[in-house]
């Protein structure tokens, strides 16, 4: 399989597109956001072969989307700035929980619909707030019937004795606030029956957007007769129980969170929303839209998150043993690099530190990966963000969902796992004789590569009017803080077989494209001696987007997620398909 986009189809977009995008608002109740108009300047553009010759150099953004604004009549909103961009968050924090039962006025039960990445962490988050809050609203577990998930769900500590487990219908029908967190193709195979079951003015909870874009495909929307909102971890589900576990101790330790209001019949659905972030233990949540979190988050597990950090050290894998390394120092500058100092730098100072941790010798070898991976990286992510946009990208999940089953006389084809390659196994072997507390060599070579795969995602966001709040989210601390310390104990592989059933597809379809494009255009540009694009890490340094990750990181919560090498987060229903 080769990299199917060239590099000149690439520029011909580029040019069209990302420096005149069409002026496009997403509205909801009291939201609304619009694309900026900032452009991509092009320097003395020139093709050698189906890589791009040189002088492609991309300006930041230098207008903002439409300011998000809400209107929360229980916890307070603050204005932040990012990049000369004002936004408004609100903080969450243990201090926080006894305005809970205000939050959730009206709200007796709150039914959480399935048990796999982000089910058992929510429903517990949930359960052990309001506990906190004094508050007696139940947080029922639905399962379908049957469901090999219901030992999982009671070993947790809810039952069908005390009312805190059941049926998924009956679970539906019996919550005020219904949390649908079924997998992605199952939302799109069950939504109208879930509809059916829902009271009417009742709530329907998403932590993705996905069910929106599946309806949009359609032609369709949700029922007019009940409320729609979002609430979406930057973090997979283990992520989000572990840090809320840990920070019991620390007032705000948990994973950040978007939320959106897309439908509100009563007024009540922001204090909602708000509400239910901040059970979860979110540090700040910002507003999104259903719309724009679909398309940043499906984009963005498909790159920096997962698919693409896949596709890179599997590239980097290959080429430093190639090159005569060792395939357990090979591994260790790759995957340990990126997965734990790397990582570790920027969740504590930015992208620059990694930079400027450097020699005067690395920062070279850095700035050579960095121009020759930049646009590459650019290429793959600009044609997956507009696959996502246009609806492509949902509809093949949905199809992928159903050929898991048999069908029309055709075998079922579940996912397989990637983890018995040859790089993994050497991952074990790495693994198992690593110092405690080991973060990896800082790699300058694999920096660059990753760092340049890092901007050119947020520039694709920024251009296509995200705010800044979800463009860091999405590209840097969910990468960082939530999903690369797991990859850190437990490889790579381990993540691309255990998260979500999305994500997991979208690695397995896009991770070879970057590997491809970066083993067939970057790595022969550096081979062949390109001049390093100047311009392009004076961009890179210069970059507004650092200041704005600095006022993050001052947001972040003081603990570390702690991730022991046995970590257990294995979804339950691959546990025990693998049984």
Same mark, same amino acid.
Not at 13 to 39: G, H, V, W, Y
Not at 124 to 139: E, F, G, M, P, T
Not at 276 to 300: C, H, M, N, R, V
Not at 342 to 367: C, H, P, Q, W
């Given at each position: ?155 947790? *500590? ?63 929307? #949700? ?75 499906? #984009? ?108 029309? *006389? ?29 973060? *990896? ?44 310390? #797991? ?93």
């Amino acid at each position: 399989m080769a990299a199917a986009t060239s590099c000149s189809s690439a520029i011909s977009a580029a040019s069209e597109t990302l420096a005149k995008p069409a002026s496009r608002s997403f509205s909801t109740t009291n939201l609304a956001l619009q694309s900026p108009s900032s452009k991509l300047g092009f320097k003395s553009l020139r093709l050698r072969g189906s890589a791009l010759g040189a002088r492609m150099v991309s300006s930041p953004a230098v207008k903002s989307p439409a300011l998000l604004d809400f209107d929360p009549s229980v916890f307070k909103k603050e204005k932040i700035n990012l990049a000369g961009h004002d936004e408004y968050i609100v903080k969450g924090g243990r201090d926080l929980f006894p305005l809970l039962p205000d939050a959730f006025k009206g709200i007796k039960q709150i039914g959480v619909i399935g048990w796999g990445s982000q089910g058992p962490a929510q429903a517990q988050n949930l359960r052990d707030s309001l506990a906190d809050a004094k508050s007696d609203i139940v947080v029922k577990i639905g399962l379908r019937k049957g469901s090999r998930s219901f030992a999982e769900a009671r070993a947790a *500590g809810f039952s069908e004795e005390n009312g805190t487990l059941g049926d998924i219908w009956e679970t539906v029908s019996g919550s005020d606030l219904v949390l649908l967190l079924i997998s992605d193709s199952a939302q799109a195979d069950n939504y109208e029956k879930v509809y059916s079951y829902m009271k009417p003015n009742s709530i329907l909870g998403l932590s993705h957007g996905f069910l929106l874009g599946h309806l949009q495909s359609m032609g369709l929307d #949700f029922p007019k007769n009940i409320s729609v909102i979002a609430v979406c971890p930057k973090g997979m589900g283990p992520s989000v129980r572990r840090l809320y576990v840990q920070g019991k101790e620390i007032n705000g330790a948990g994973i950040n969170s978007s939320f959106a209001v897309h439908q509100d019949v009563d007024g009540r659905a922001t204090d909602v929303a708000l509400g239910w972030s901040i059970a979860l233990g979110s540090p700040f949540t910002f507003a999104t839209t259903l719309e724009q979190e679909y398309k940043s988050d499906i #984009f963005g597990e498909r790159g920096i998150l997962l698919g693409a950090v896949h596709g890179v050290v599997e590239s980097l894998f290959r080429r430093y043993t190639e090159n005569g390394m060792s395939e357990d120092l090979a591994y260790k500058n790759t995957v340990e690099s990126i997965t734990g100092i790397i990582s570790k730098t920027i969740s504590t100072k930015g992208m620059l530190a990694v930079y400027n941790a450097l020699s005067e010798d690395e920062k070279r070898e850095f700035e050579n990966a960095y121009s020759a991976s930049y646009y590459p990286c650019m290429d793959i992510l600009y044609e997956c963000y507009e696959d996502v946009a246009s609806g492509s990208e949902i509809r093949s999940v949905v199809l992928a969902g159903r050929r898991f089953y048999e069908k029309e *006389g055709l075998p079922a084809f579940p996912m397989g796992k990637i983890d018995q390659t040859r790089m993994w196994k050497v991952g074990e072997r790495v693994r198992s004789t690593r110092p405690a507390g080991d973060q *990896g060599p800082l790699y300058p070579f694999t920096a660059g590569v990753f760092v340049a795969l890092m901007m050119a995602q947020i520039e694709i966001l920024r251009k296509k009017g995200h705010s800044y709040s979800e463009i860091i989210n999405e590209s840097v601390i969910e990468a960082v803080d939530s999903l690369n310390p #797991f990859m850190h104990a437990r490889g790579v592989s381990f993540m691309v077989d255990n998260c979500s059933t999305t994500a997991r597809l979208g690695s397995r379809k896009w991770a070879p494209r970057f590997d491809y494009i970066l083993t067939q255009q970057a790595l022969v540009a550096v081979d062949n001696g390109r001049p390093i694009n100047r311009d392009l890490i004076s961009n890179f340094l210069s970059d507004p987007v650092h200041g704005a990750i600095e006022v993050c990181a001052e947001l972040r919560p003081t603990v570390d997620i702690s991730v022991p090498p046995n970590a257990d987060f294995v979804r339950p229903e691959l546990r025990q398909s693998s049984n």
